[in-house]
């Protein structure tokens, strides 16, 4: 795919007028004061992997409306500190898959939360265990388009209250030190961790590649495929919903998320990603922290020549250098024997 949105010179000063609800603030805070009324933990059971240097535990915790959200908590075998914590959030139509798939930030030497994504799993990867009760208001049947018309039907409220939750009860796990967490997400996952970004106020560092749900009514006239796609599938259907997809679609919106975050941020962004264009992704970093008052340390990484891959291995290892130096992780132990 040729490069196809704005230049590097535009994207660099690209800082687009979002239109916010007038509630938004509001809004979360109300969702977000619902979702905390139960203890986060419901349960926490060790799993056998087959990993001799990572020992996992199977949780569940409450998240929207509390419901149990299912997630994989892994650290260095061994290890018997507090350790920083990485939550990483999964991509669109992933689940959270099996214990061994994901293992970068334990070998890295930090404890590790890996959300299911409610009501999915069914796209790619190895699964998902958590269902979503509430996928019944009027909607596309992709989780895009689920609940678009009502901002408190929508799926992503639900998504990005589990998000918002996992921090949260992997400050209540053994092995933490809850002063030291990070988010982190490609794709879906790089939205959530955002969003996570704009509403923990002590989020120690937040990482997102090619992140969904930035910039979103420029994605919806740039590209048609997935997840963008299905939001514009469906007003092709329902001709008369655009206004209030739109107003939905405001509570969401990353930049919106990013102007209200403080934590010290890393960005990575393809140039030829016509599955989240790059144009959301400098949205997002160029407004990151301007209503905090803060100026929040940050970096964004382009790749001219890679679309939703963004840089790959490359990213990665630029994302352990940085978090090494942000959060300091612990040490690794020895393999056992």
Not at 22 to 44: N, Y
Not at 85 to 98: D, K, Q, S
Not at 148 to 158: E, I, Q, V, W
Not at 289 to 308: C, F, M, S
Request: hydrophobic share 40%.
């Amino acid at each position: 795919m040729p490069a196809f949105d704005l230049s590097m010179r535009e994207l660099e000063r690209h800082r687009p007028e979002v239109q916010e609800p007038p509630d938004f603030d509001g809004f979360w805070r109300d969702t977000l004061k619902e979702a905390a009324q139960t203890d986060v933990l419901v349960s926490v059971r060790p799993v056998e992997s087959g990993l001799r240097l990572t020992q996992t535990w199977d949780v569940t915790f409450r998240g929207f409306a509390g419901d149990p959200v299912r997630a994989w908590y892994s650290r260095p075998a061994g290890v018997g500190e507090p350790l920083p914590a990485v939550v990483e959030y999964a991509g669109y139509g992933r689940g959270r898959g099996l214990p061994h798939e994901r293992l970068t930030w334990v070998n890295a030497g930090y404890a590790h939360l890996l959300m299911d994504n409610r009501g999915q799993g069914d796209q790619y990867g190895n699964g998902g265990a958590t269902p979503d009760p509430h996928a019944f208001a009027p909607g596309g049947p992709g989780p895009a388009a689920r609940g678009l018309l009502d901002p408190r039907d929508y799926h992503y409220r639900r998504l990005i209250t589990d998000a918002v939750r996992a921090v949260a009860a992997v400050r209540a796990l053994p092995g933490v030190d809850a002063s030291r967490v990070a988010a982190v997400g490609n794709s879906q996952g790089g939205g959530l961790a955002l969003a996570v970004a704009g509403l923990v106020p002590d989020l120690a560092a937040v990482l997102v590649t090619a992140p969904f749900l930035c910039g979103i009514r420029r994605a919806l006239d740039l590209t048609d495929a997935s997840p963008y796609g299905e939001i514009s599938a469906y007003l092709s259907v329902h001709r008369g919903a655009q206004e209030a997809a739109y107003r939905t679609l405001a509570y969401m919106e990353g930049v919106s998320f990013a102007r209200r975050a403080a934590a010290p941020a890393h960005f990575g962004v393809g140039l030829r990603d016509t599955v989240c264009p790059p144009s959301g992704a400098y949205a997002a970093f160029n407004r990151y922290g301007e209503l905090t008052g803060v100026d929040p340390r940050k970096e964004i990484h382009a790749y001219p020549y890679n679309g939703h891959e963004g840089g790959d291995a490359v990213q990665v290892r630029r994302q352990l250098d940085w978090l090494g130096e942000v959060l300091e992780p612990g040490p690794v132990s020895s393999p056992p024997g």
